[in-house]
Nanobody, 124 residues
Framework: QVQLVESGGGLVQAGGSLSLSCVAS????????MGWFRQAPGKERDFVAA????????LYADSVKGRFTISRDNAKNTVYLQMNSLAAEDTAVYYC?????????????????WGQGTQVTVSS
């Protein structure tokens, strides 16, 4: 069973930064597209960013473009999300996900495996 474990969430003031990590196990990590999603209370799970196998292609939601950066280290089975200029509307539980497909897709249903999430709270 593939396991994804997120870390790095917490409480930060508006304008601050956080870096999330997601470590994958029991998977050939380099063969998976990796994505980050987020879900605020009472809202649907929204796409944040995705990165392809080799890390040379990325996709971002418009709401985070220019502020967030997704990256991966296949040697460490880890995907990262660097979040800068955080705002109150970024408050959510952040999930990483793995997709066995070959394309960068923003639709949650495309992804095969999910982590349990990490809470990010931005105070204004």
């Amino acid at each position: 069973q593939v396991q994804l474990v997120e870390s790095g969430g917490g409480l930060v003031q508006a304008g601050g930064s956080l870096s999330l990590s997601c470590v994958a196990s029991r998977v050939t990590f380099s063969r998976y597209v990796m994505g980050w999603f987020r879900q605020a209370p009472g809202k649907e799970r929204d796409f944040v960013a995705a990165i392809n196998w080799s890390g040379d292609r990325t996709l971002y939601a418009d709401s985070v473009k220019g502020r967030f950066t997704i990256s991966r280290d296949n040697a460490k089975n880890t995907v990262y999300l660097q979040m800068n200029s955080l705002a109150a509307e970024d408050t959510a539980v952040y999930y990483c996900a793995a997709d066995r497909g070959a394309f960068l897709i923003a639709r949650p249903s495309t992804y095969d495996y999910w982590g349990q999430g990490t809470q990010v709270t931005v105070s204004s």
